[in-house]
């Protein structure tokens, strides 16, 4: 069992910035891959940013060169620099990650529905 829980989400001007955190507790020897996903109400998930267990990232073409995806595996914390905040960036943002398959960077940003757990988002909110 892996618990999952984001901080740093917020209101922010367009063109600002905004880094979130995600601290894993539990079973975290187990983590493979870990990545971000953001949703709108009645929208889809949408894969943000990845990072796998060689520390190879992958973004969605909506955040490269804005957003940087990083782990601290010391602090068993994954965190998410976004910088050039667009109001299509406001989202709730999750976290998740998967231990079964130690999928690549660019697998877990593709497929959410293969990651394990995920924790409950932190909400970004963009004013323009």
């Known amino acids: 069992q892996v618990v999952l829980v984001e901080s740093g989400g917020g209101s922010v001007e367009a063109g600002g910035s905004l880094r979130l955190s995600c601290v894993a507790t539990g079973n975290t020897a187990r983590i493979a891959a870990m990545a971000w996903f953001r949703q709108l109400s009645g929208q889809k998930r949408e894969g943000v940013a990845a990072?796998?267990?060689?520390?190879?990232?992958s973004y969605a073409d909506s955040v490269k060169g804005r957003f940087t995806i990083s782990r601290d595996l010391a602090k068993n914390t994954l965190y998410l620099q976004m910088n050039s905040l667009k109001p299509e960036d406001a989202a709730t943002y999750y976290c998740?990650?998967?231990?079964?398959?130690?999928?690549?960077?660019?697998?877990?940003?593709?497929?959410?529905?293969?990651?394990?757990?995920w924790g409950k988002g932190t909400v970004v909110t963009i004013s323009s």
């Open positions: 998740a990650t998967e231990v079964r398959a130690r999928m690549a960077a660019h697998q877990a940003l593709a497929t959410a529905e293969f990651m394990d757990y």
């Open positions: 990072i796998d267990s060689d520390g190879d990232t």
